[in-house]
């Protein structure tokens, strides 16, 4: 296929455009919608409801082994709006993994950075570069790029997360790299708590020693656990009298997002309460851990359940209301925003 022809009424100019498009050229001229007054967005707001995601990841479970198609059960949020593409935004992928009691997901590792927040149960631990990260209902778990992760079920019940990644941003720059996991047996550490925590994981900004020496690009606490978001919720929301609040997890090191591509909030919001309304360069995907209410995305409303999965795209004006208490998880793709300079935010009017 070569480039776009144009034609004119003028003979000399057809025979410009048509050289033009022999030499793969393009008159910028004659191209439009180059450059919009505002974000020319396709991805389009959208809701996964929960209960159909885990009725189809338990029916996968029934019929689908786990040694298919990438070694990993994991149904992918596909945007209605990204033509078939498995993302649930356009720089986000976000998906459901389901894992019943006894398997195994082998190890690999990859380029495209993963995270874990998880739905429901216990039971998994995940090895992440060799360290045991055991995984529960609202816990968050990092899979930064390039680390080696498996996932053991070594419960009696099946487990449920999302898992999302910063794959599509990894794809548009071309630097997706794939490896299967050590295929000699290596020592399966199975430790109740993982090194990452024992080192980093004492809140309270108690570091150790060393950790000013080694500068990763990514948080070295791979395990953020539900009880200790749920207090920092419950704290900082008795701080501020508001209804509502959002933590921002953290890299204990540097205070700065958890991995270089991705933010990780969560927020609460009490009975009767709502976020602020705003719009906001770049996408993000919600995942409700617990509570209802209602969802509001770029002039669209949905009901609140658990495990309900909401794409919310670039300059959309959104808040959240909560009915009973409402949580929400959050990843958006903010820090590669900022780092770009292209972070924009502002309120929006909506009510
Ligand atoms: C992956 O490695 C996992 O390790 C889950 O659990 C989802 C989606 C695309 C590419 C790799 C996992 C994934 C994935």
Same mark, same amino acid.
């Given at each position: 296929?070569?480039?776009?022809?144009?034609?004119?009424?003028?003979?000399?100019?057809?025979?410009?455009?048509?050289?033009?498009?022999?030499?793969?050229?393009?008159?910028?001229?004659?191209?439009?919608?180059?450059?919009?007054?505002? =974000?020319?967005?396709? /991805?389009?707001?959208? #809701?996964?409801?929960?209960?159909? &995601? +885990?009725?189809?990841? @338990?029916? *996968? !479970?029934?019929?689908?082994?786990?040694?298919?198609?990438?070694?990993?059960?994991?149904?992918?949020?596909?945007?209605?709006?990204?033509?078939?593409?498995?993302?649930?935004?356009?720089?986000?992928?976000?998906?459901?993994?389901?894992?019943? =009691?006894?398997?195994? /997901?082998?190890?690999? #590792?990859?380029?495209?950075?993963? &995270? +874990?927040?998880?739905? @429901?149960? *216990? !039971?998994?631990?995940?090895?992440?570069?060799?360290?045991?990260?055991?995984?529960?209902?609202?816990?968050?778990?990092?899979?930064?790029?390039?680390?080696?992760?498996?996932?053991?079920?070594?419960?009696?019940?099946?487990?449920?997360?999302?898992?999302?990644?910063?794959?599509?941003?990894?794809?548009?720059?071309?630097?997706?790299?794939?490896?299967?996991?050590?295929?000699?047996?290596?020592?399966?550490?199975?430790?109740?708590?993982?090194?990452?925590?024992?080192?980093?994981?004492?809140?309270?900004?108690?570091?150790?020693?060393?950790?000013?020496?080694?500068?990763?690009?990514?948080?070295?606490?791979?395990?953020?656990?539900?009880?200790?978001?749920?207090?920092?919720?419950?704290?900082?929301?008795?701080?501020?009298?508001e209804r509502t609040?959002?933590?921002?997890?953290?890299?204990?090191?540097?205070?700065?997002?958890?991995?270089?591509?991705?933010?990780?909030?969560?927020?609460?919001v009490r009975?009767g309460g709502?976020?602020?309304?705003?719009?906001?360069?770049?996408?993000?995907?919600?995942?409700?851990?617990?509570?209802?209410?209602?969802?509001?995305?770029?002039?669209?409303?949905?009901?609140?359940?658990?495990?309900?999965?909401?794409?919310?795209?670039?300059?959309?004006?959104?808040?959240?209301?909560?009915?009973?208490?409402?949580?929400?998880?959050?990843?958006?793709?903010?820090?590669?925003?900022?780092?770009?300079?292209?972070?924009?935010?502002?309120?929006?009017?909506?009510?």
């Amino acid at each position: 296929m070569g480039t776009l022809r144009f034609s004119d009424d003028d003979t000399d100019l057809d025979l410009l455009y048509a050289d033009l498009a022999e030499q793969d050229l393009q008159p910028l001229w004659r191209l439009q919608g180059l450059l919009t007054r505002q =974000p020319r967005v396709r /991805a389009v707001p959208y #809701r996964w409801p929960g209960k159909q &995601l +885990r009725a189809l990841g @338990e029916r *996968s !479970g029934r019929l689908v082994g786990i040694d298919r198609g990438g070694d990993r059960r994991v149904l992918a949020c596909c945007n209605p709006g990204l033509d078939g593409a498995p993302y649930a935004v356009p720089t986000l992928w976000a998906a459901v993994q389901y894992l019943g =009691p006894g398997e195994l /997901a082998p190890a690999h #590792r990859h380029t495209p950075a993963a &995270l +874990r927040f998880i739905l @429901e149960g *216990s !039971g998994v631990w995940t090895l992440v570069d060799g360290d045991p990260l055991a995984m529960a209902a609202g816990d968050l778990i990092l899979t930064p790029s390039w680390t080696f992760h498996e996932h053991h079920n070594a419960g009696n019940t099946p487990m449920l997360w999302m898992d999302v990644l910063d794959l599509p941003v990894v794809a548009a720059l071309d630097a997706v790299f794939f490896e299967e996991g050590p295929s000699e047996e290596v020592e399966r550490r199975t430790d109740p708590v993982s090194r990452s925590e024992q080192w980093y994981g004492s809140g309270a900004g108690l570091l150790p020693r060393s950790a000013q020496r080694s500068a990763p690009r990514h948080s070295p606490l791979l395990a953020y656990r539900w009880a200790d978001t749920d207090r920092a919720l419950d704290r900082q929301l008795e701080a501020t009298g508001e209804r509502t609040v959002t933590i921002v997890y953290s890299d204990p090191t540097r205070g700065t997002d958890v991995m270089p591509t991705m933010r990780c909030e969560m927020t609460r919001v009490r009975p009767g309460g709502s976020t602020p309304a705003v719009r906001q360069t770049g996408s993000r995907v919600l995942c409700v851990f617990r509570g209802s209410g209602t969802a509001h995305i770029g002039g669209q409303s949905w009901p609140l359940e658990p495990g309900d999965i909401l794409a919310v795209p670039s300059w959309a004006a959104w808040h959240l209301e909560a009915d009973e208490q409402l949580d929400v998880f959050s990843t958006s793709d903010a820090p590669v925003l900022e780092a770009l300079g292209l972070w924009r935010e502002e309120p929006a009017d909506v009510r």
